[in-house]
Structures are given as C-alpha cells and as structure tokens.
C-alpha cells in the first residue's frame, strides 16, 4: 500500500483567473464566500499577502469542526498558491499535507467574461498504513472553490 499520494482535479469556474487567484492569495474574504466550509481564517505569522505567511483556518469537514495551520506560498505568474500543512487535523492522519490551486484563464485573456479552470492538487504522504488517502480533503476544497467561483462570478 502506497504511503504517499497525489490527488488532482480541474475545474471550471465563472470567475476570471485573476479574480479567484486574488481571493486566495489575500484569503481574509473566503470564509464570507463559502461560510458553509469555512468559518475563520487568520495570519498568524506575516500577512496576508506574503509568500512564507502562516495562516489558522477553520472548517467544517464532513460534519466535524476542523483546523489547519499552513505555510503558504504565491507564484503570481502563474497564479498558483500552495499552502503547506504546519499543524492541525490534517496533520493527525499525514506526515506531508501539500494543497496547491493553479488559476489558469479559459481565454488568452483574462478579462474574466469567459471564467477559468482551477487546478486543485493534494499531495500527502501518511503518517502510517492505517490513514486514508486524502479524498475528502480533495472533495473539500472542490466545494470551497465552487463556492468562490460562484460568489465572484
């Protein structure tokens, strides 16, 4: 049984690439974008903006409050954000949590008319044989960013 994995799914959104990108990258608007999922997040360490802040998020996963404390990082070229898991539920059942959200417009342009397809990829290594692969965590941030494509559309 394999202890590491990599979980991927591309979906497609109303919202302009720049548009969701932004929301993630500053984060501080997503719990009113997807209170059902979400209900706080806060900088711990730098700001909300800066590649290496530490940010506290709390959520609720199938029916359970949940929380992490994650490393993000910002490639504004290709508006990619990747957010390393530091502490919190995720970190119960993985030696490794890696979340990483890649907006790419659907046009050449980003004028936002046509929307744009995110890139979700989980990457996970387990703490042990009896944890699961990431599925759920997958499924969640499907729903989160439905919500935010939907809400900035």
């Given at each position: 049984?394999?202890?590491?994995?990599?979980?991927?799914?591309?979906?497609?959104?109303k919202?302009?690439a720049n548009?969701?990108?932004?929301?993630?990258?500053?984060?501080?608007?997503?719990?009113?974008?997807?209170?059902?999922?979400?209900?706080?997040?806060e900088?711990?360490?730098?700001?909300w903006?800066?590649?290496?802040s530490?940010?506290?998020w709390?959520?609720?996963?199938?029916?359970k409050?949940?929380?992490?404390?994650?490393?993000?990082?910002f490639?504004?070229?290709?508006?990619?954000v990747t957010v390393?898991?530091?502490?919190?539920?995720p970190?119960?059942l993985?030696?490794v949590?890696?979340?990483?959200?890649?907006m790419?417009?659907?046009?050449?342009?980003?004028?936002?008319?046509?929307g744009?397809?995110v890139t979700?990829?989980?990457?996970?290594?387990?703490?042990?044989?009896?944890?699961?692969?990431?599925?759920?965590?997958?499924?969640f941030?499907?729903?989160?960013?439905h919500?935010?494509g939907?809400?900035?559309?």
């Amino acid at each position: 049984m394999a202890m590491k994995g990599k979980l991927q799914s591309v979906m497609e959104v109303k919202a302009s690439a720049n548009k969701v990108y932004q929301v993630w990258k500053a984060s501080y608007d997503i719990p009113k974008l997807t209170a059902e999922n979400i209900h706080k997040v806060e900088v711990q360490q730098g700001d909300w903006e800066t590649t290496g802040s530490i940010k506290y998020w709390c959520y609720t996963l199938d029916g359970k409050l949940e929380v992490l404390k994650e490393k993000t990082f910002f490639d504004d070229e290709k508006k990619l954000v990747t957010v390393i898991g530091v502490d919190g539920d995720p970190m119960k059942l993985y030696k490794v949590y890696i979340g990483k959200f890649e907006m790419k417009p659907k046009d050449d342009d980003d004028a936002g008319g046509n929307g744009c397809f995110v890139t979700i990829t989980v990457e996970y290594e387990k703490l042990n044989l009896a944890s699961p692969p990431a599925y759920k965590y997958l499924d969640f941030l499907e729903s989160v960013v439905h919500d935010l494509g939907e809400a900035l559309a």
